[in-house]
């Protein structure tokens, strides 16, 4: 396995890539003396990134090297969570692993074993390819990864059979750009240039959410929309493109299937009835609609803002529908950007090196349910990596009740000791994307970009890859893959790839080059120009089956008298999901409107409960004038370290389900806040 370059002590500029959730997907330079990082910055390989990135990834180098940095294997030496552990070698580690598994698939079958993971820094290498192999040999649960992206995947799969959007460059052709559920400052920092690109050329910009995201500078028309009404708002424009003879007729004609029970389905939202579920004036919506069906071309950027409630599923489908109604196809600029990701055509069953067994599929977001209730065969083993599930999954209390069960055996890959790493029974420690080969496909840009390590591995930590093979030789397996370094591993990762890419893929290619991209004319596609739906007829479907009978159904908002508040957890300019929660130790902040604090007489600082009846949190207020009242928000993916009685936010989240889509519902938290007495103020 190749372990990086050898430390030097002069500093030199190596080329990485950042594989973090995000859809920039940058290209980095980083600066290494004596074997360590000592700069991460952006460069220019991936054009996209135009040499700068965001600072959670220049400050990466913190978790390298920071306290909080798991070295060796661990064994687990206290009560669970308690985060007591003792050093053990990693002969000793797989020995207990190998040990542990058959025999309690000997007991349960296969199915007993459970891997848990979603994002962390993955590309195709550590993600999808060994650990797909190591689970699938053992005939494990398979895991429904629905904590994000499980509705509008689906969405778009749909309707558009997952057709490649509109490139961010291509943002700055527009002539209106709706952006709806996204924060592009927070985790889309490369489109803002295009943005402004496009205000200067005349562009007009709308945004719902309901947060104000963006400065006045850049916005024209903000919808300051209820959470979960999003489905309601977008049936009404269609509703009003229609009746103003706006909707593109001809063009549903010729390549859409569903529309007239779409149309028939619109009736029932009028511009009354979506704008008092959404809390906003009717014109506002009429408004947006006609300023959209004016401009040509006009793009929509639709995120995952939208997808976080009981109607996440149907919202996204409404508003990836707006570019069909309005005929926006056929111009560079025009159209709509989801997740871009399905335009690298990966074969999931050749990276893993074997088909899909027929075991159960259990829903990520029923962690604590799966845990503490009794599924047949029940939970016995859990492997957690690339995730955090004691702070990022819903029902937190619900979850940690699970880790502690003294009869699940918990392994947990980590680079550093998480809230979820502290419940383990073993710890292995893994590598950065710093420290490892990595392939990187990307849901935001068209590029496929290799990176080699840039400095050795910390300690004894290994790569992902490394492990399950590890843990598979221990087992007695005797695959040739489980003997693959990495090189040979990125052979097998690149004959998975079935992206049209500007030249032939091979190994060799990339290793000299970098970076591939994408040979759509003019490097760029155009929707129902050079790139179609990859649906069966290659056209849009606007009444699928696979979203249900009523793919627009729009459910009621959860009633809670008790609690007035709508709780909304949006990213965050610290973490990347819960990624670096370990590096930013200051306070987490509920955000209030000051209308709402003021009825409830608290000020700016204040220490506040913010509760309901799963559970409660403590911290301070950040009043937001440019937050929707009615509604609260706690950042996403802050570690309980951070609140001041050491609670994350989702334990004020049910594990409650999208319909169809199995999403996660945080959106429908509903809560109540009220002022704490500070220690020794006498207050009330």
Not at 657 to 678: H, I
Request: net charge neutral; with cysteine.
């Amino acid at each position: 396995m190749d372990r990086g370059p050898i430390s030097d002590a002069e500093a030199r500029v190596l080329p990485s890539v950042c594989p973090l959730d995000c859809p920039d997907r940058c290209s980095l330079d980083v600066v290494v003396e004596g074997g360590r990082v000592t700069a991460i910055g952006g460069s220019r390989s991936n054009p996209l990134t135009q040499g700068f990135i965001c600072s959670k990834v220049a400050r990466f180098a913190r978790r390298l090297y920071g306290p909080d940095r798991v070295l060796t294997p661990l064994r687990r030496a206290g009560a669970k969570g308690s985060g007591k552990f003792v050093r053990i070698s990693w002969q000793d580690a797989a020995d207990e692993i190998a040990a542990r598994l058959p025999a309690l698939c000997g007991e349960y079958g296969g199915e007993c074993v459970l891997p848990f993971y979603y994002g962390g820094s993955n590309g195709l290498l550590t993600q999808g390819l060994m650990d797909a192999f190591f689970f699938r040999r053992l005939g494990s649960s398979r895991l429904a990864r629905t904590v994000c992206a499980a509705s509008t995947t689906l969405a778009g799969r749909a309707i558009y059979g997952k057709m490649p959007g509109v490139a961010f460059e291509d943002f700055a052709r527009a002539q209106f750009i709706l952006i709806w559920g996204a924060n592009p400052r927070r985790s889309n920092i490369h489109l803002i240039p295009y943005l402004k690109e496009a205000k200067r050329r005349g562009a007009r910009i709308a945004v719902v959410d309901p947060r104000r995201i963006l400065g006045d500078e850049l916005v024209d028309i903000h919808l300051s929309v209820y959470p979960g009404s999003d489905v309601a708002v977008a049936l009404a424009m269609i509703r009003h493109l229609v009746h103003g003879g706006l909707a593109a007729v001809p063009f549903l004609e010729q390549h859409a299937t569903g529309w007239k029970e779409l149309f028939e389905w619109a009736e029932g939202f009028t511009l009354e009835r979506a704008a008092r579920c959404a809390g906003i004036a009717p014109g506002e919506i009429g408004a947006l609609a006609d300023a959209y069906a004016g401009s040509d071309p006009a793009v929509v950027r639709c995120g995952w803002g939208l997808e976080r409630n009981r109607n996440g599923l149907a919202s996204v489908a409404a508003v990836l529908a707006l570019p069909a109604v309005a005929g926006k196809f056929g111009k560079p600029g025009g159209g709509f950007t989801l997740s871009n990701s399905g335009a690298y055509r990966t074969d999931d069953d050749r990276l893993a090196g074997t088909g899909e067994p027929a075991t159960r599929t259990l829903n990520m977001n029923r962690l604590g349910s799966l845990l503490t209730g009794e599924p047949d065969p029940p939970v016995k083993a859990l492997f957690i990596y690339n995730a955090n599930p004691a702070v990022t999954i819903p029902d937190t209390n619900g979850v940690l009740r699970g880790l502690q069960r003294e009869d699940l055996f918990t392994v947990v890959l980590e680079q550093v000791m998480t809230d979820s790493a502290r419940f383990a029974d073993i710890v292995l420690p893994a590598t950065t994307f710093l420290e490892h080969r990595e392939l990187n496909k990307s849901y935001g840009c068209y590029a496929l970009q290799l990176a080699g390590p840039v400095v050795p591995p910390e300690g004894e930590s290994k790569s992902n890859a490394e492990i399950f093979q590890l843990l598979g030789r221990a087992l007695g397996w005797t695959e040739e893959i489980l003997g693959f370094d990495d090189r040979q591993l990125l052979a097998h990762a690149v004959g998975s790839v079935g992206a049209s890419l500007e030249t032939d893929l091979t190994p060799a290619v990339l290793e000299a080059r970098k970076i591939l991209h994408f040979d759509f004319p003019g490097r760029q596609p155009v929707q129902f120009g050079s790139a179609f739906p990859g649906t069966s007829d290659r056209k849009v479907h606007l009444w699928p089956d696979e979203l249900g009978e009523r793919p627009y159904l729009f459910l009621d908002a959860p009633e809670a008298p008790d609690y007035p508040l709508a709780l909304i957890s949006p990213s965050s300019h610290l973490t990347i999901s819960s990624t670096l929660g370990e590096c930013n130790r200051q306070e987490v902040r509920l955000e209030m409107h000051p209308a709402d604090a003021g009825q409830r007489g608290i000020s700016d600082g204040d220490a506040v409960r913010t509760f309901n009846d799963r559970g409660e949190l403590h911290c301070r207020v950040r009043l937001e004038p440019n937050l929707k009242p009615g509604v609260a928000a706690l950042p996403k993916g802050f570690w309980p370290r951070a609140a001041l009685n050491g609670a994350s936010g989702n334990v004020l989240v049910a594990d409650s389900l999208t319909p169809v889509s199995g999403g996660a519902c945080f959106n429908d938290a509903r809560v109540q806040v009220e002022r704490l007495a500070e220690k020794g103020s006498g207050g009330s």
